[in-house]
Structure formats: C-alpha cells, structure tokens
C-alpha cells in the first residue's frame, strides 16, 4: 500500500502486500503472476447493489450467481479490485470491492473462518474436488490431480480456502493437500540471506532496503535518498505497531496517519509519502511496489530527499514493511 501527500493536499491512495507481499501485496503480498492475493481476519459488510458472485477476481471470470442488495458477506481477502467473501450459506467466492459497504456484524449463518499464514501445498491424490464451500454437500468446481500447486490462506471447519494458479478460489478437505517441496511461498533471496553475513555485506535489512531502493532511483535517473533519523523512528513505531496490534493499513488506530505521526514527532516537510507491504523477502516487496504505480512513483519522487524504514518481523507476513518518504 502506498500514501502520498503534497503540503495542504493529502492523497490517500489504497494500493495492492501483501507486499502482504501482502501487501505486492500484496499483500501482505504473496502472489500468482503479476497479480497481489493478500488475506485477512475477516471483515464484515453488505453488498449496496446487486452484485455478480464470481469464481475469480476478474470481470469476464465464470459467474456463480447473483447476490442481491442489502446481502452480507464475511470478506476473508483481496485479489486486485476483488474480495474474497463467504456468504451466509459459506459459499466462497470474488465480490468487486465498488459494491461493498463494512459492517460489524457477520453474515448470518456463516461459519467460524480462521486467517492462515499463507503457504503453498500440493494435491496429494488424482481427483480431489474443489468446491464451493465447506463440505461435501457444496458443488464441485474442479477436480485436481496430484501434484498440483495451491495456496491455503484460511480454514473453515476441516476445509481449507484455497487459491488456484489462475487464482479460482475454492475449498477442499486438509486430508488431500501436503507439504510442497521446494516452495517459493516464503523464499527470500540469496542477497537477503547474506545479509551481515561477512564484513562486504555487512547491511541490516533496512539498509539492504534502502540500497535497493537507491539502486532502482539510480538506474532511473534520480537522486539518492538518505535516511532520516526522525523517519526512521516513526517507520519504526508504526511497522512495531503494525504487528502487535494486527492491522495493515496507513492509519494506525494509536498513532494517526503517517503525516499525523510526522507532525507530531516535529518533523516539517514540503511533500510526503508512504508504502506499506507484507513479506517475507524484502526483494519480492520492492519488486511489488515496482509493479504498482503509486508505490513506483513515491520511490521515484524527485521531490523526496529523505526516508525512513521500519522492519518488524511478523508471523502473518514475515516483515512487516514500512517506508516513509519526505522531502525537507
């Protein structure tokens, strides 16, 4: 996620961890091809229109139905301008994110949905259903052969919620998924795994963060940025914060948003910005943010001279990621 301001106009701009890579992504970003799938503890809201329920995040992805106005949802992640819902009957599916309202009240007759830390499983037998919920007596979107790769992000029950390479979510039982062997789920890079590891790689991860940062500047023509001892001390509170309190997002509940957190910490600034992401390698994160436009441009930004980065370590994500860019 990015933020960016200009003094006297803020522009708060949600983007996609995830880097949960997240946050990429997001996502908080774990992802298939170019696209973000992050999730989360559920989120409650209703639907303000009628709304097509489809198989995938996409506008022409097979369409399961057509949910009505007013209708709950339990949103359990997202995929570019898609959630990922269960319904009240669990049915599992994409919502787009434009019909969407929060609430704090889920779907009646949902089950309890548990957030799992992302991974990578493999089908371990031939003819395995994917399904539409929870259970046997939901209807079977595919069958999977062994040998083929997932995405478990969540549990209901004894199924897991899964994501396809073609990112079709779907439910199948945990006895038919193992271990994935060789999995790039939470792969860091050779680089990262480096890191102060000798004397000539002697970098903590927010300088190895900042060099390559530095680096893609570089190669685009603009000028370093230096760190920030202010930033780097509310980066910091905010990426700590972010963990212990279990939110993703610009706006920290205890500390305000990122221009909120400067003014207080009696930082003056003529423009700044923020990105955000979930990951546990820091290349896959800067390789999000890249592939975003608004994150691209806050690390690109010739009006910022400075930036702070906070990392903390987070089971969900495996860092937790936060810079902050100002120009003084």
């Avoid at 989120?43 to 097509?52: K, P």
């Avoid at 269960?86 to 609430?103: D, E, R």
């Avoid at 002697?202 to 500047?217: A, C, G, P, V, W």
């Amino acid at each position: 996620m990015f933020y960016s301001n200009k003094k006297n106009i803020i522009k708060r701009i949600v983007g996609l961890f995830i880097c949960l890579t997240f946050f990429t992504a997001p996502i908080m970003s774990l992802i298939f091809a170019n696209t973000e799938v992050k999730n989360y503890k559920p989120i409650y809201g209703t639907l303000t229109a009628n709304v097509n329920f489809r198989e995938a995040p996409a506008l022409n992805s097979k369409k399961i139905s057509v949910l009505k106005k007013g209708e709950g949802i339990k949103m359990l992640g997202e995929s570019g301008k898609f959630y990922i819902v269960q319904l009240g009957s669990n049915q599992v599916g994409y919502v787009s994110k434009s019909y969407v309202k929060f609430t704090k009240s889920p779907p009646s007759g949902a089950k309890v949905y548990q957030s799992l830390a992302p991974k990578m499983l493999t089908v371990n037998a031939n003819g395995v259903n994917l399904r539409r919920g929870p259970g046997t007596n939901f209807s079977r979107i595919s069958s999977l052969s062994k040998g083929t790769s997932v995405k478990v992000i969540g549990i209901i029950g004894e199924f897991y919620l899964v994501i396809l390479k073609d990112y079709t979510v779907g439910m199948m039982h945990k006895d038919y998924v193992s271990a994935t062997t060789n999995s790039t789920t939470n792969s860091v890079s050779t680089a990262e795994k480096n890191i102060k590891a000798s004397p000539t790689t002697n970098l903590s991860k927010e300088e190895y963060l900042l060099k390559l940062i530095n680096d893609y500047r570089a190669k685009n023509g603009v000028k370093p940025l230096s760190f920030g001892v202010t930033l780097n001390k509310i980066s910091k509170m905010k990426s700590d914060d972010m963990v212990q309190n279990d939110y993703f997002s610009h706006t920290s509940p205890k500390y305000g948003t990122p221009f909120e957190m400067m003014k207080n910490n009696g930082l003056n600034y003529k423009s700044a910005g923020e990105n955000i992401a979930g990951n546990p390698s820091l290349d896959k994160a800067m390789d999000s943010w890249i592939n975003s436009e608004g994150h691209r441009k806050n690390i690109l930004s010739s009006s910022f001279n400075y930036i702070g980065i906070g990392i903390t370590e987070s089971p969900k994500y495996g860092n937790v990621i936060v810079t902050m860019f100002a120009g003084i």
